[in-house]
């Protein structure tokens, strides 16, 4: 082989190796336009990014769903329906264009691995909504500190505060 002969380098992993765990707090809340109230309508706790972006993209479906029903459901038989103006905000629109889209599944998914927050709004007359996952850090387990000297490092089976002792009563 020659010197000028390029080498392959292997690319750096994406995550490194040893991350700490994290989980993802992912909810769905409507606030009206004035911002003074804000109302949790959905919160799901993942313990993935591909389960975080999974659950925004059902809930994005399920809200547009919730926002624009069908004109033959069930509920709404005996309620007088107008038909929208073609420049009336169709929020149930956005979101249905970002459930089905791959491309924003997978750019969601590559944003919350990255350890950022995922923001989707969309605005009604009188409503904001927005689908929303964060990246939570949890504790990882403790390190337990060395038993005293004497003392035995664990408790034998069946002692503990959480046990009664057993009184045997005869006679009764």
């Known amino acids: 082989m020659s010197a000028g002969v390029l080498t392959y380098r292997p690319p750096v992993p994406a995550r490194p190796l040893r991350h700490a765990a994290v989980a993802f707090r992912c909810e ?96 009604d007359y009188d409503a904001r909504y927005s689908v929303r996952t964060y990246a939570l850090p949890t504790r990882s387990r403790p390190l337990q500190s060395p038993a005293p000297a004497g003392c035995s490092p664990y408790a034998p089976a069946g002692a503990g505060r959480h046990r009664k002792p057993r009184r045997w009563r005869f006679g009764r």
């Not at 769905?28 to 949790?40: F, H, K, N, P, Q």
């Not at 919730?66 to 929020?91: F, I, K, Q």
């Open 28 to 123: 769905v809340t409507a606030y009206d336009l004035s911002g003074s109230r804000e109302v949790i309508l959905a919160y799901y706790r993942a313990a993935s990014p591909r389960l975080a972006a999974r659950w925004m993209r059902a809930e994005a479906q399920r809200l547009a769903r919730l926002l624009a029903p069908e004109p033959n459901t069930p509920h709404l038989e005996s309620v007088l329906l107008v038909a929208a103006g073609p420049d009336c905000p169709r929020p149930d629109d956005d979101l249905l264009a970002w459930a089905s889209s791959d491309e924003r599944y997978e750019h969601a998914l590559r944003v919350l691995a990255s350890g950022h927050t995922y923001l989707l709004n969309v605005t």
